[in-house]
């Protein structure tokens, strides 16, 4: 994020308002044909409750895991036989999608699922996922929706609530059937800043609870039984342009199952060197919401360096052994130390 400091402390007000300000989610906002999003996989022990309006999330301590990717590609590029479920305004108009992604390839006992193609309606009414199209052990499958499931309802602003039910069923070749109900209710219940360990994002946090009932029928057996699923809730918190979100964290029963973040070390300025930090450096409290104490950096002179390679505020050489750095109306985010004389970097955050 790209922001210019001024020494008016009018515009800093200006400026600290706007790095704040309540922001909407709409279909510009979703992933296109040619989009790749890239996130990195982590854990966390977060308190998920910890939301509301002009709220700051720091989880600038994620630490990245295995490096995942969705490209989104026009559905005209899926295997054609999908198309015409897909791609057919006329027979099947509340499932035409206007993208799709490869999704997981999966296997399990007697059961082989590949080629997969999940496949979303994304417009002004809002974004859904209409279904998907998969081999099953070697035959072509599609995989209708019925209703849709609709992931986000546009436009979105903080407080909206919405619900939708959705439906799909799968014959599975010489094994039987397999179905799952599904009750998906939102509620965006958060806006503020959120930082991730190489960004900071104004977003909107959307919280939606999954109540869902497997339907299993066993051609062997004879006999079909339902079975519904442990509560599953996704926490997304969803900034402007980014397709995707820039973190989501999923419980199931309570337990954080999957985290997922952007994550791009690019942004984090490299040319200085981040390690080998003395013991006698030290600052406080980091992260820091007013005034950032430092210790041990300023005897020949540091900068402040912002995420994007920005420096943001300078002192003066001293042989003082304290300096108070006022940060109060420094956007939220990561943020580099950096001593002049020997390039010793420390990282800290600005936190709100």
């Known amino acids: 994020m790209k922001r210019m400091l001024r020494p008016l402390p009018l515009v800093f007000c200006c400026l600290s308002f706007a790095a704040s300000a309540q922001i909407s989610i709409g279909p510009a906002d979703m992933p296109s044909p040619g989009d790749t999003v890239r996130f990195r996989n982590s854990t966390t022990t977060a308190n998920m409750t ?15 895991g295995a490096e995942g990717a969705d490209t989104a590609v026009t559905v005209g590029s899926t295997p054609f036989l999908y198309q015409f479920f897909f791609n057919n305004a006329i027979l099947y108009p509340e499932n035409k999608a ?17 080629d997969v193609f999940n496949y979303f309606k994304s417009n002004s009414a809002g974004y859904r996922d209409v279904g998907f199209g998969a081999n099953i052990n070697g035959l072509p499958t ?18 909206n609530m919405d619900s939708s039910a959705s439906h799909f069923e799968i014959s599975v070749p010489t094994l039987g059937f397999y179905g799952q109900d599904q009750m ?35 051609n062997q057996l004879g006999f ?65 919401a007013t005034v950032l104490h430092v210790e041990g950096l300023a005897s020949a002179g540091l900068d402040l360096v912002s995420a994007d390679g920005r420096v943001v505020m300078t002192v ?18 990561p943020y580099l130390l950096r001593s002049r004389s020997d390039g010793t970097v420390l990282r800290v955050v600005v936190a709100h």
């Open 142 to 159: 599609y995989v209708r929706r019925t209703p849709v499931d609709w992931i986000y309802r546009f436009p979105m602003d903080f407080g």
């Open 316 to 333: 003066a050489p001293s042989m003082a052994l304290f300096h108070g750095l006022d940060v109060a109306s420094l956007a939220p985010g």
């Open 50 to 64: 910890e939301t509301g309006g002009g709220h700051t999330w720091d989880f600038s301590s994620l630490q990245p």
């Open 98 to 114: 206007d993208l799709a992604m490869r999704g997981t390839n999966m296997g399990m006992q007697g059961v082989q699922i590949s």
């Open 224 to 288: 079909g039984i339902s079975l519904p699923e442990p509560e599953t809730i996704e926490y997304k918190w969803l900034a402007q342009g980014m397709d995707e979100p820039v973190l989501q964290v999923t419980t199931v029963a309570g337990v954080n199952t999957l985290v997922r973040f952007h994550y791009h070390p690019s942004d984090i300025p490299t040319s200085v060197p981040a390690a080998s930090v003395p013991p006698s450096v030290h600052a406080w409290p980091n992260p820091a």
């Open 184 to 218: 998906r209710r939102n509620e965006v219940d958060g806006w503020g800043t959120l930082i991730l360990p190489t960004d900071t994002f104004q977003v909107l946090r959307v919280k939606s609870r999954l109540q869902r009932t497997d339907t299993l029928y066993v």
